[in-house]
Structures are given as C-alpha cells and as structure tokens.
Antibody, heavy 120, light 111 residues
Framework: QVQLVESGGGVVQPGGSLRLSCATS????????MHWLRQAPGKGLEWVAFLTNDGDGSHTNYSDSVNGRFTISRDTSKNTLCLQMNSLRFEDTAVYSCARDGSGYAIDHWGQGTLVTVSS | QSALTQPPSVSGSPGQSVTISCTGS?????????VSWYQQPPGTAPKLLIY???NRPSGVPDRFSGSKSGNTASLTISGLQGEDEADYYC???????????FGTGTKVTVL
C-alpha cells in the first residue's frame, strides 16, 4: 500500500536551514505530482509546494509565503521527496507533511508529518 | 493567495444534514472544477472525501456530497453520525504562481 514517511524535522534558529525528506513506497514516485503541506499548532492546513510528475517535465510551484526560500525536489532512485528550507522564520513553525496528488489536484495520500520549530 | 473562506464551525444532531460552504473567487473556485474536500479527525492525517467538485473516491459513503455554484463550493453531510466529528477543509487549484489553496477549515460537531 501507499506509504509516506517524513523525517528531518527539529528545532532551528531564525535564519537557519533544514532539509526534510519523505520516504515513499507502494507507488512509482515519478508518475505522480507531490505536495508539501504544513499545519501550524492549532491552525489549519496550508499548502507549501508542488512538484509535477515527470511526464509534465517536473515543474515546481510554491506558495507566496515560501517562494524563494524553499525548494521541493525528488530523487526517484531513492523514492524520496525532499524540501530544502532556507531563511527560516518564526512563522514557519508547523508540522510538515508530504502528500501525493492522485489526479486533478486532489490529494489522496498523506504522511503523518514532521515537526519543524523555529525558535531562538 | 488568500485562504478560501469556510465557517469556523457547524453542528447538527445525529441523522440531520449539515452543509459547509467554501467561498473563493473567480481566480480559484470559480475558475475550475479542481475543488476537493478533506476530513481530518483530531490527531490524524486528512482524508480525501470529494474531488473535482462532486466525485467520491471509493470507500467514501454517499452521505458525503459536493457541489459548486459560482465562486462557492459546498459539502453536505447527510444522515450525520458521531464519527463525522472532525475538521473539514476544502481546496482548489488557483491561477497565478501559487497553484493550490486550502480553506480555513470547519469544525463539525455532532450534538
């Protein structure tokens, strides 16, 4: 079955960097668009980034709040999705989850998430 | 890109129907049929309930239905059950550089 397992979260100071990973299994990573999403403690869902499937040439999109600071990427040889986060801010504190786009911008599988805390 | 607007909470008694609205703009909800709905019970990952406005994935009860009119999408839960207590989120594809947006979320309480 489809599994998504995030890792790499932790505590980082403002201005610092962190790299999140999402180990995938049960499907062919290159055939699906993939999202990173986040949820701050007690808050709603926020979309962060999207990577199209390879059939579409692997385009990326980012929310305005992270554009220019975060980079989504994929290593199909390792079945891993990544999120490189630079210039982190207090407001980036959240549980970050990777998710698979089933089709048509509908997310059909989610990971459990990894907590990122930006604190001085 | 602003979040889509949902009511913070709705409630109903078992067996009743409740409807959750999701209001966007002509740049998102009003411009395409890529509207989805998700259910998130406390402490768990969200689950896809509706995709492309009104389609249910296999395994989702037909008590859940979706619709759209103009810039507003709606999720209706018929025959409300205790297990339906959860947070519900809509989402939509958007135009411009930001591709995707969620709603603000609605907490459903079964009285």
């Amino acid at each position: 079955q489809v599994q998504l397992v995030e890792s790499g979260g932790g505590v980082v100071q403002p201005g610092g960097s962190l790299r999140l990973s999402c180990a995938t299994s049960g499907f062919t990573l290159s055939r699906y668009g993939m999202h990173w999403l986040r949820q701050a403690p007690g808050k709603g869902l926020e979309w962060v980034a999207f990577l199209t499937n390879d059939g579409d040439g692997s385009h990326t999109n980012y929310s305005d709040s992270v554009n220019g600071r975060f980079t989504i990427s994929r290593d199909t040889s390792k079945n891993t999705l990544c999120l490189q986060m630079n210039s982190l801010r207090f407001e980036d504190t959240a549980v970050y989850s990777c998710a698979r786009d089933g089709s048509g911008y509908a997310i059909d599988h989610w990971g459990q998430g990894t907590l990122v805390t930006v604190s001085s | 890109q602003s979040a889509l607007t949902q009511p913070p909470s709705v409630s109903g008694s078992p067996g009743q129907s409740v409807t959750i609205s999701c209001t966007g703009s002509s740049s998102d909800v009003g411009s395409n049929n890529r509207v989805s709905w998700y259910q998130q019970p406390p402490g768990t990952a969200p689950k896809l309930l509706i995709y492309e406005v009104s389609n249910r994935p296999s395994g989702v009860p037909d008590r859940f239905s979706g619709s759209k009119s103009g810039n507003t999408a709606s999720l209706t839960i018929s025959g409300l059950q205790g297990e339906d207590e959860a947070d519900y989120y809509c989402s939509s594809k958007t135009g411009g550089n930001s591709l995707f947006v969620f709603g603000t979320g609605t907490k459903v309480t079964v009285l």
